[in-house]
Each structure stands twice: as C-alpha cells, then as structure tokens.
C-alpha cells in the first residue's frame, strides 16, 4: 500500500494548508487513518486521527483550529488546518491502519509557519 501526501508549502501565521493523503487500497475498512507530525529535534506526535466509523482525535494542541475528514471514493483523507501558528511547523506525515492490523507510512509533507 502506499500513501501520498501532498499540501504542505509555507504560509504565514494565521493562514491555512490542506493537506492530502491518498491511499492506494481503499480505505473502507480502516482501524484508524491519521496525521502525525515531527518537528526537528522533537518526537513524532499524533496531529488527528478518523476511525472507521468516522470518530475522530485530535492532540490538544490543534484542536479548534484543523479538522480531519475522509472521502472514500477517493481514498483519501484531509486535514484542514487553519489558524495555523509557528508552532504547527514540522514534517507532517500519513499513517493508516486497516482492519487485517497492517499499518502503513507515507512520506512527509512539510509545513512552514512564518511568524
């Protein structure tokens, strides 16, 4: 399986990024499909995850400002990011678990804050 990420760039303090995360089995029959991050010098963290049932989870940090949705049609699931601060920079990254317990990693799309 493998997972592309896009929507990541630089933006100012207060602005706004989507990012994508297309999958290239369907994302029916997930566990739990999601966006970590990782900011240099700092361990990766859980940003927002969507279950299955379409439950979601967000890390205290940035909840109120991004939002986690899913289109199955389309493999994909976003991550609406708004009010962004220069705290949000780092390497975002997609994960998915599927139902059979396979996890799978994309590769990192970089957010830059500017302040």
């Known amino acids: 399986v493998q997972l592309q990420a896009s929507g990541g760039g630089l933006v100012q303090a207060g602005g706004s990024l989507r990012l994508s995360c297309a999958a290239s089995?369907?994302?029916?029959?997930?566990?739990?499909m999601g966006w970590y991050r990782q900011a240099p010098g700092k361990q990766r963290e859980l940003v927002a995850a969507?279950?299955?049932?379409?439950?979601?989870n967000y890390a205290d940090s940035v909840k109120g400002r991004f939002t986690i949705s899913r289109d199955n049609a389309k493999n994909t699931v976003y991550l609406q990011m708004n009010s962004l601060k220069p705290e949000d920079t780092a390497v975002y990254l997609c994960?998915?678990?599927?139902?059979?317990?396979?996890?799978?990693w994309g590769q990192g799309t970089l957010v830059t804050v500017s302040s």
């Open positions: 994960n998915v678990e599927y139902s059979d317990y396979t996890n799978y």
């Open positions: 089995r369907r994302i029916f029959n997930i566990n739990h």
């Open positions: 969507i279950t299955s049932g379409d439950s979601t």
